[in-house]
């Protein structure tokens, strides 16, 4: 009940400072996210040629097999712009939870739009090209800390668009949005979102050097808490890093609309909310190539074929969890076990109503079990250590023989704010 009192408003902040209002300036700051610090450098006509990341995990091969074709997903941020050349037919209807003035297409400050388009933009007008193109976006508009200093704004939005996700036909929840607080209600909606066989991504935040806090939802055991690499496959130093981190993606010089405006791209660190952005797009290809499959089964191989570098199969690293992402050893290989459709990869328990199965579904151990023989320090990309184990941390992104590096770093995207964008 504290929780959820402490939370009354929310200050959530998209990419550059999105986060939940916690009921005081203090509380809306640590959710806040925000696109400071980043330098206007990319324009339209040339930022796709920044997104290095699609050509690492070959995307137009990918595309050849499955674009997302029949996948909804749901994106809990700060708003989505429809009409942005690259989103034009992309986006359907959604909910606005804020409770304030607009709608779920009013984009407050671009975090929102810019994760849509990383999910399913198609390139059009020289915008960004998503992983998932062939995608839909429904956008779920929340507020984050500055957002609710200027408005009186629903306290749950967060719970309630989950639940409101939870309630429709999409597959995949992708939230860019965290806090460093628990909330009940907010705990019920996730839990119920599984229960209705959802995957839910959410970042993990960017704050590693800022306390290092487990952010909330991507820190609660039925998330899939995703991490951010940079261009070498090595966590960013500005992702947090726990049992909390389950799995990592490209985030780091990752393009983001500047602001609200829409005018110009700007180039920095999109960090773990471009992670999360880039994850479900590739659970989204997954999912759209294998549509009997559930969520277990699309979150199974995701961690089964992620690029781990040299530590064992089925341990889990504090920062990057099971590896980085590589949906194309899946789409176009077809490698990787879906497991029990029923159950979860994260919990070991089963998501269809039956009772939790007492036996774990297979040997990986699950979260808060992390094993630190992982590599931990090597992954961190801050030691010497680390410089040595350069060549196996590129291994896990190498793909057909051809070096497939992911970047997982930067932090302009992520959790900033009390509910910041993460």
């Given at each position: 009940?504290?929780?959820?009192?402490?939370q009354?408003?929310?200050?959530?902040v998209?990419?550059?400072?999105p986060?939940?209002l916690?009921?005081?300036l203090?509380?809306?700051?640590?959710?806040?996210?925000?696109?400071?610090?980043?330098?206007?450098?990319?324009?339209?006509?040339?930022?796709?040629?920044?997104?290095?990341?699609?050509?690492?995990?070959?995307a137009?091969?990918?595309?050849?097999?499955s674009t997302g074709?029949g996948?909804?997903?749901a994106?809990?941020?700060?708003?989505?712009?429809?009409s942005?050349p690259?989103?034009?037919g992309?986006?359907l209807?959604?909910?606005d939870?804020t409770g304030?003035?607009?709608d779920?297409?009013?984009?407050?400050?671009?975090?929102?739009?810019?994760?849509?388009?990383?999910?399913a933009?198609?390139?059009q007008?020289?915008?960004?090209k998503?992983?998932?193109p062939?995608?839909?976006?429904?956008?779920?508009?929340?507020?984050?800390?500055?957002?609710?200093?200027?408005?009186?704004?629903?306290?749950?939005?967060?719970?309630d668009?989950?639940r409101?996700a939870?309630?429709?036909d999409v597959?995949?929840?992708s939230m860019?949005?965290?806090?460093?607080?628990?909330?009940?209600?907010?705990?019920?909606a996730?839990k119920?979102?599984?229960?209705k066989g959802?995957l839910?991504f959410a970042?993990?935040?960017n704050?590693?050097?800022?306390?290092?806090?487990?952010?909330?939802?991507?820190?609660y055991?039925?998330?899939v808490?995703?991490?951010a690499?940079?261009?070498?496959g090595?966590?960013?130093?500005?992702?947090?890093?726990?049992?909390?981190?389950?799995?990592?993606?490209p985030?780091?010089?990752?393009?983001?609309w500047?602001?609200r405006?829409?005018?110009?791209?700007?180039?920095?660190?999109g960090?773990t909310?471009?992670?999360?952005a880039?994850?479900?797009?590739?659970?989204?290809?997954?999912w759209?190539?294998?549509?009997?499959w559930?969520?277990?089964?699309?979150l199974?191989?995701?961690?089964?074929?992620?690029?781990r570098g040299?530590?064992k199969?089925?341990?889990?690293?504090n920062?990057?969890?099971?590896?980085i992402?590589?949906?194309?050893?899946n789409?176009l290989?077809?490698k990787?076990?879906?497991?029990d459709?029923d159950?979860?990869p994260?919990t070991?328990?089963?998501?269809s109503?039956?009772?939790?199965?007492s036996?774990?579904?297979?040997?990986q151990?699950?979260?808060?079990?992390?094993?630190?023989?992982?590599?931990?320090?090597?992954?961190?990309?801050s030691?010497?250590?680390?410089?040595?184990?350069?060549?196996?941390?590129r291994?896990?992104?190498?793909?057909?023989g051809?070096?497939?590096?992911?970047?997982?770093?930067?932090?302009?995207?992520?959790?900033v704010?009390?509910?910041?964008?993460?």
């Amino acid at each position: 009940m504290a929780a959820d009192m402490s939370q009354t408003r929310k200050c959530r902040v998209p990419l550059e400072a999105p986060g939940f209002l916690i009921g005081t300036l203090v509380a809306a700051a640590a959710w806040s996210v925000g696109l400071s610090g980043f330098a206007p450098s990319a324009v339209a006509s040339d930022v796709q040629s920044k997104q290095w990341y699609l050509s690492a995990m070959r995307a137009e091969e990918m595309w050849k097999v499955s674009t997302g074709e029949g996948i909804k997903i749901a994106v809990i941020d700060s708003g989505v712009n429809p009409s942005t050349p690259s989103l034009k037919g992309q986006v359907l209807k959604g909910l606005d939870a804020t409770g304030a003035e607009g709608d779920e297409y009013d984009d407050y400050d671009g975090h929102g739009t810019t994760m849509a388009e990383l999910i399913a933009g198609t390139g059009q007008g020289g915008g960004l090209k998503g992983l998932a193109p062939g995608a839909k976006i429904v956008p779920m508009r929340i507020a984050d800390t500055q957002f609710q200093n200027k408005h009186s704004v629903n306290a749950y939005d967060a719970a309630d668009s989950i639940r409101a996700a939870a309630d429709s036909d999409v597959k995949i929840i992708s939230m860019s949005f965290g806090s460093e607080f628990e909330m009940d209600r907010e705990i019920e909606a996730v839990k119920y979102a599984q229960s209705k066989g959802k995957l839910f991504f959410a970042a993990v935040g960017n704050e590693a050097k800022k306390g290092n806090k487990a952010i909330y939802p991507a820190a609660y055991p039925e998330v899939v808490g995703v991490a951010a690499t940079d261009r070498m496959g090595k966590a960013s130093d500005t992702s947090q890093h726990g049992d909390f981190v389950d799995i990592s993606a490209p985030g780091e010089n990752v393009p983001f609309w500047c602001d609200r405006k829409f005018e110009s791209y700007c180039q920095g660190n999109g960090g773990t909310s471009a992670a999360t952005a880039i994850t479900s797009a590739a659970a989204a290809l997954i999912w759209s190539a294998h549509p009997d499959w559930t969520a277990n089964q699309v979150l199974n191989v995701l961690f089964d074929t992620a690029g781990r570098g040299d530590w064992k199969k089925g341990t889990l690293s504090n920062y990057l969890g099971h590896g980085i992402i590589r949906p194309a050893v899946n789409i176009l290989k077809g490698k990787g076990d879906p497991g029990d459709p029923d159950i979860s990869p994260l919990t070991k328990e089963r998501t269809s109503g039956s009772p939790a199965s007492s036996a774990s579904a297979s040997s990986q151990p699950g979260k808060g079990e992390t094993d630190e023989k992982a590599g931990d320090t090597a992954m961190a990309g801050s030691t010497a250590d680390a410089e040595k184990k350069d060549d196996n941390s590129r291994l896990g992104l190498i793909l057909g023989g051809a070096a497939a590096v992911v970047v997982l770093g930067g932090g302009a995207f992520v959790l900033v704010r009390r509910r910041r964008a993460v």
